[in-house]
């Protein structure tokens, strides 16, 4: 909490001005296959665009007038305080972006004072996570196995770990049809991390995925593993109003309006299209609606949170970051992240996250 | 009826992700003739691009947390069972991308169990297809011609022939303004198949067509063939609900919403802007509402079932496979669309299509 | 009347397949301050665009199994018949488009059973082209001169000539801010047909006007005008419909909706966005409703006619065809607007003009 | 008050036809921290694009057959006449475009007959331009220190020197993240006017707005610094509608709809689509209500005007013609927007500004 930091900006990857800049710098330092997986979308990647071009036709309509001396970014997600409303989106086999991969990230976001969930199919293990960052604010996120005791196992062991809350992904009973990765070949897994010792041999990620996920897994799973799981659930991949009213009866705690990047299902809405009517099917029931999504300016956070979002979740950037400078790189566009959002607090006459109210916003 | 096969898109005409990148491929194959009759549209193509460019305008919203370990794509059509809800469109004069002509393209219906529809100018004859192909589902394409007694012919030929469905066209009373086949010169029609005892020496495809048709062909004319046909008519070319309704009204058990591809009047609406009020004209009276015109994913196909199509018939994408390696090309392009539909039906939480019901779609 | 004709559309201009094409052709043979002033709008030319674009925004929605062996474009006008529904826009100075000016246009017109209408500032005087073409339906467009002398006798000469209608223009108080003009340097007027002794030497075409033009002529004017006209008096200019209806409760018979081709005002509407609304204000009132703006296809012309024209006014396309080819060259374009019109309504199964009703036309 | 002239569009500064186009022509004599610090906009520039795009996007319906022989522009302004609805607004260090700045730019709104607004960070002191345009309607700019001793001095000045409005900025608490200018390096402040007494060396421009702005200043502020002022108080920077009102209860005399140029927050509304619902939140109680960001065009003079503007203010394109031709450049721009203007008014069929009625513009 403090005045807005005029320096901040300049001083983030020197030169670098905007998140959505980091692209072009990680597509020198990634390789063709790697980019093709953070960056590519499914079928025409529609919607991979209109993530962030929905973020981008929304007008803000700023109130003057209001002592925006010291702007207050602290919100509290499922109990704890994070320092901004915005966390690190989970995203598998970071080792592509960098050697320390979710060592790294989960690192700088806990520098940060934000969450950072770590995926299934991570490089490095839940337990060595949990050992090199043992303050950070974990997630685990999870895909639920063919095999209901390997999930069960992976449930158990990051409760074991710290991990704190649990995000089951909702949105990949297939793996959408993503035409970059199918292009350039398949990515190559070669540490599995907390899944190492189920690992097949040469099996590559998209082996991996496709052997592991349980297509059968239904609203019934949901809420035995919700009533099951040492930690509060957050479901991830909600865009309909009907599943976020079905998501709480089964016992979530959270939702994250999210269409996996764009990386499933094609022309699905924007995660910003899709937010308000979620956020107001549960309104009143306590849960914690976040999104994730074409997140790349502080203008987006603004919106999103005066959309009814509690936080919202970094995927892309963050990778792009972890590629070009590793654990510093994710903090400096944590940090230049943290400026926009401060200065677009000050001038929307919002000092804090509660006074982004949804007369902020219009489409 | 099965999981969804992962490795299908890949090995589709090696490379080509997606049916719209076909066109590329058959432009160096096929004459410029050829292309411009085969590729081109009406005045301004407007609706040519509008055909395909409405389907992508639509929002998909899936459900989540469905069973879809295994997906279904059958679906029966006029009584007879489709592996999928998608048919080859009539085309005219197939010879002009490949030697087998309507051979092939029927056979590629037949082996992917889907139904095709022989165009009245076909290179080959109904009863040369209907002996290459005789288990396939093929519907035989009417125009009308002036002489009654030549439409009666080929209407009992076709029946004696085991074709099953009539499809008869209405939107081509005259033909559309081409701009590129005037640009590029006529058409030639070295065969005429199912005409080739009427066919005039040095004729165009453009003479054949113009000397043909009987503009005068109205709804008493129509009531009176589908009255005395001795198979199911389905009228083809309707985008109007009043159309609609009165094409029942006269007898017919189907229709197709379309535009001819965008090949006769020019700034007609998409056919799946046209499609919703169409089926809901005719909700109730066990009409079967097909559609053609923009088909180029898997995506399409679901939209256009959500939206009341009971199924879709593929147009150019096929005859570019065809010229780019025939029967087996067809094959291949049927097998990728399939690969698409049920990805697609998985991620929106369809296992069946009687599940891609109205919510899913928006515009 | 006849049917459609299939080959006319090939044979217009070799090679010119759309009446838009013509300007190219038309640039190579015109100087280039001509090509300025016949080409050019006002400010940004917006409307100039969106003359044309309005028109390509509607869909038409055809019927079909309606008998179009003959289709007939017929229509009266003002009490005279004309082949269809289509004129000669006023357009002054023709002379820089060809010798023969508005000579070979009139001609042409008439030729084709069209009205055309001359302008004020005609290159070749209007008594010269009754002489020309005695029997056309010639209209005289009259620009009220400062001195009301001038003006009455302007009137009463076209009356003496065998003009038929009277085409008072009201959008031009002063003359619109047209960029290309301006930056290329003022039109020479080295004839100035009907106000030849009125001529000062070394005028240009904007010093005429300037001088010309009354910018305090008002309703009231307009009234004594009309009452004094021994010919009946049509007004171009009207977008407004409380304009409309004055328009008609002074006398006039007829109104034009036109922006007067995106010369004048820029930013006002495409004259087929304001069509719909002024025929609906002078239902019933037996005023004609014409317009003038974008029409450059067969589609143009039938849907004006769907939204309450009676019938459009050619402009720029037929001075293109007058650059390249004299009387033959609008013959021509003439033959394939004809054409293109012919095809329009047979494939929106309208085989009279009556039939093109509003269920056609959306937006 | 006269005809319209037609001759004054072509000889403003040679060749120049739009305040569009000056941009151009100033870029060539401004450095590049200069161009980025006048040009340039905040994070994405949006707004700034948005500005004069919105204006293009109204449709003009211009009346017809209204005497327009003398058209007036004339309106008073906080109870002094202007020769037109035109002012200019203020902008910092007018030194980076000319060595005359601020003098130059008074003296040519003196001449014009149109108030100027002085920014408090002028090169030029205040004292300075009194002394230079005495008769000239001086408004005075005032960002609130946060000293307010220094605030109250700098008040005190200005109505001693005969600055006749005050004009106090709000939609800066901070300064938008313009990444221009961050790309390209702080803005030198040599000279700083009315500051200079205050100024640190080496301090630039950004320097100076970080230290001199007061983030904490309120309403209630507001309401004791209308209070005190000897000088009528107008609010610049006002969207919402509800601010809007607040304003006026305060005790403000008149409000600037402004996005302070889409210089502060990014993704807020165009002025233009903001001016409306303002003008209607004051109507009936006095307060005139202003519009600046975006004016090129006479075209968009009217059109504010017509949605309930008293005036607009001039920004870059003032600026730009500063650099390129000093006082001149600028008397030349004003007489080009005023020709503009002047032509609007006699097309919509408006003589004078009260014509201009709200039934003359749709979106």
């Not at 990515?187 to 990620?205: F, H, K, M, V």
């Amino acid at each position: 909490m403090g005045p807005v930091t005029d320096q901040a900006p300049s001083d983030v990857l020197e030169g670098v001005l905007s998140l959505a800049d980091l692209e072009v710098l990680a597509a020198e330092r990634l390789s063709a296959v790697a980019l093709a997986y953070v960056s590519g979308g499914a079928w025409d990647e529609s919607t991979l665009a209109e993530n962030v071009a929905a973020f981008r036709r929304r007008r803000l309509w700023p109130r003057v007038l209001v002592d925006v001396s010291r702007v207050d970014t602290r919100v509290r997600l499922l109990g704890r305080e994070a320092s901004m409303p915005v966390g690190l989106a989970p995203a598998a086999q970071q080792g592509l972006c960098h050697t320390e991969a979710e060592l790294a990230t989960t690192r700088a976001a806990a520098s940060a004072g934000i969450p950072s969930v770590l995926s299934t199919f991570s490089t490095v293990s839940m337990e060595e996570v949990a050992a090199a960052a043992p303050g950070a604010d974990r997630w685990f996120q999870l895909y639920v196995h063919h095999d209901r005791g390997i999930t069960a196992d992976l449930v158990a062991r990051a409760a074991a770990a710290g991990f704190r809350v649990l995000v089951v992904t909702v949105d990949l009973p297939v793996i959408g049809y993503r035409q970059r990765e199918i292009a350039l070949g398949s990515t190559p897994a070669e540490r599995l991390g907390s899944l190492e010792a189920y690992r097949q041999p040469d099996a590559t990620l998209q082996d991996v995925l496709a052997g592991h996920i349980d297509a059968s897994f239904d609203w019934a799973d949901l809420e035995r593993l919700a009533a099951d799981s040492p930690l509060p659930v957050v479901v991830k991949g909600i865009l309909r109003t009907d599943d976020a009213r079905r998501t709480v009866d089964r016992g979530a705690r959270g939702i994250i309006v999210s269409n996996h990047g764009g990386r499933q299902l094609d022309r699905v809405p924007a995660t910003i299209d899709a937010l308000e009517p979620v956020a107001q099917a549960v309104v009143g029931t306590g849960t914690e609606v976040y999104l994730d999504g074409g997140v790349r300016r502080g203008l987006d956070v603004a919106t999103a949170l005066a959309l009814g979002a509690r936080a919202v979740f970094l995927g892309r950037p963050y990778l792009y970051a972890l590629a070009i400078d590793g654990e510093r790189g994710v903090a400096r566009a944590l940090a230049h992240l943290r400026g926009e959002l401060e200065r677009t607090m000050a001038l929307l006459g919002a000092p804090g996250l509660a006074d982004l109210d949804r007369s902020l916003v219009t489409e």
